[in-house]
Nanobody, 119 residues
Framework: VQLQASGGGLVQPGGSLSLSCAAS????????MGWYRQAPGKQRELVAV???????NYAESVKGRFTISRDNAKNTVFLQMNSLKPEDTAIYYC??????????????WGKGTQVTVSS
């Protein structure tokens, strides 16, 4: 599975950004799609995940500010980030857990996109 993320960049505190990530390859079905982030000197952490049927889970630190969604037909996941804070600064990684057409499972990561929140 290949993951192509877009979005990110530099934004002032309180601002908004949106990320998207499109999956391609020999995919039968993507069960879970999500976003993780890693700040300098810290471990990678979960931001938000969404199942195929739309169930979501968010990190406490982003609840009420971030919204994850997906388009199953396009194998794409989105992350709308509002009320951004400097502590949201990190590299954001897209992740998918998929069933491939050969019935193998695949846990895949995108290359990461930088989000910087600074005045």
């Amino acid at each position: 599975v290949q993951l192509q993320a877009s979005g990110g960049g530099l934004v002032q505190p309180g601002g908004s950004l949106s990320l998207s990530c499109a999956a391609s390859g020999s995919i039968f079905r993507i069960e879970v799609m999500g976003w993780y982030r890693q700040a300098p000197g810290k471990q990678r952490e979960l931001v938000a995940v969404i199942t195929r049927d739309g169930s979501t889970n968010y990190a406490e630190s982003v609840k009420g500010r971030f919204t994850i969604s997906r388009d199953n037909a396009k194998n794409t996941v989105f992350l709308q980030m509002n009320s951004l804070k400097p502590e949201d600064t990190a590299i954001y990684y897209c992740n998918t857990r998929a069933i491939l057409r050969d019935w193998h499972n695949a846990d895949s990561w995108g290359k990461g996109t930088q989000v910087t929140v600074s005045s």
